[in-house]
């Protein structure tokens, strides 16, 4: 039976969000913040936390499901979903009440309009995503199991990955290794990138056919108990040219940058200013078309976000990933991707490759 999550102190934390926003309630419709405030699985519902026990709401399908998982709430029947909401909040004789913009349709949002004239509505996003962004230890363990997972699939597919093989037929093996290794599916759709195709950060893996000379990029990940790991590998096949070779070492250098520039306190945009600037001297700044890392959790990407723009200070606690690259059209790609825990020294490393070049095939 798996452990219940650290719960109390995840609704301590949204209470007294809901206090600094001037709010009673907030209305939590996604389905990961449900899971992370309740440890309720289901794949609808909704959930009202305010000042007394959260109303955990479930259709008939869910109600025993929601009862076993959720045992800090108090689980309310709704034969329609709005109407459930409305009454929750009616009952709890609120009328300033937070949501999730991202989440909630305009639809929904007009209905609950109607359903409930006195309430208020206030969007809120990223505040809530600032309170899953920092782990605790329950957390950090499934994380890393989803990690070790991912590698143990990785390293016995490698054998796999040589002149002759196409795309997607490395791509199911891993995939189908990571779930034989335990994992409840993977992170997301994985990228086996080669040749001229590592060249595009989110290629699909199809029918090339890897040849030698050609930089491979595998972009892959785990899903244990809701939580996600991320890492991405480049390798060479059958060896490395000169040009392959400086390109590794800019976006290597980049990588290691940014991971000294970890630790509580730093600004996210510095962190990747760390990163861009080393590929920026090099020539290549154009060609790193995106930021250098964001949060893991239950989602793959998830706060904070470490770009230009990001406007986040890291803490202490964050799992987040560290992944610069270099994408020359024609020719190819790299990405070096680990996921590092925020520590008050500074970034532990959390993924298990090394990330040196490695020939393979």
């Known amino acids: 039976m798996p452990e219940r999550p650290a719960i109390a102190p995840r609704v301590s934390r949204l209470r007294a969000l809901l206090r600094r926003s001037g709010l009673e309630a907030f209305l939590i419709l996604d389905l990961k913040n449900i899971r992370y405030?309740?440890?309720?699985?289901?794949?609808?519902?909704?959930?009202?936390?305010?000042?007394?026990?959260?109303?955990?709401?479930?259709?008939?399908?869910?109600?025993?499901?929601?009862?076993?998982?959720?045992?800090?709430?108090?689980?309310?029947?709704?034969?329609?979903?709005?109407?459930?909401?409305?009454?929750?909040?009616?009952?709890?004789?609120?009328?300033?009440?937070?949501?999730?913009?991202?989440?909630?349709?305009?639809?929904?949002?007009?209905?609950?309009?109607?359903?409930?004239?006195?309430?208020?509505?206030?969007?809120?996003?990223?505040?809530?995503?600032?309170?899953?962004?920092?782990k605790d230890p329950g957390e950090i363990t499934q994380i890393r199991r989803a990690i070790r997972i991912a590698a143990g699939a990785l390293r016995s597919t490698l054998g796999r990955i040589r002149p002759g093989v196409c795309e997607r037929d490395i791509a199911v093996e891993l995939e189908y290794a990571m779930r034989s290794m335990g994992a409840e599916t993977p992170a997301f759709d994985t990228i086996i990138a080669s040749g001229p195709n590592s060249a595009l950060p989110h290629a699909r893996p199809g029918s090339r056919k890897i040849r030698p000379g050609d930089f491979v990029v595998i972009d892959y990940g785990a899903v244990w108990r809701g939580y996600h790991s991320d890492e991405t590998?480049?390798?060479?096949?059958?060896?490395?040219?000169?040009?392959?070779?400086?390109?590794?070492?800019?976006?290597?250098?980049?990588?290691?940058?940014?991971?000294?520039?970890?630790?509580?306190?730093?600004?996210?945009?510095?962190?990747?200013a760390a990163a861009r600037g080393v590929i920026e001297k090099a020539g290549y700044g154009p060609l790193f078309s995106h930021g250098t890392g964001h949060g893991v959790g239950l989602d793959v990407h998830e706060a904070p976000r470490l770009s230009t723009l990001s406007d986040a200070v890291l803490e202490k606690g964050m799992v987040i990933t560290i992944e610069p690259g270099i994408y020359l059209p024609g020719f190819g790609g790299v990405r070096i991707e680990d996921t590092v825990l925020v520590e008050k020294g500074g970034a532990r490393v959390l993924t298990e490759f090394s990330k040196e070049l490695q020939v393979i095939g």
């Not at 480049?234 to 070492?249: P, W």
């Not at 980049?254 to 520039?261: G, I, K, S, V, Y």
């Open 37 to 134: 405030l309740t440890g309720f699985t289901g794949s609808d519902g909704a959930l009202v936390v305010g000042a007394g026990k959260p109303a955990l709401l479930v259709d008939g399908r869910y109600t025993t499901q929601a009862r076993k998982q959720a045992p800090g709430t108090r689980v309310v029947l709704y034969r329609d979903k709005v109407s459930g909401i409305a009454e929750a909040l009616s009952a709890g004789g609120v009328e300033h009440v937070g949501f999730e913009p991202a989440v909630a349709t305009v639809e929904l949002l007009s209905s609950l309009r109607r359903k409930s004239k006195k309430v208020r509505w206030k969007p809120l996003q990223r505040e809530l995503g600032a309170i899953r962004a920092v």
């Open 233 to 272: 590998c480049t390798f060479a096949v059958g060896g490395a040219g000169r040009r392959h070779e400086r390109i590794y070492a800019v976006v290597k250098e980049a990588h290691d940058r940014a991971l000294e520039a970890v630790r509580p306190g730093v600004a996210c945009r510095d962190v990747d």
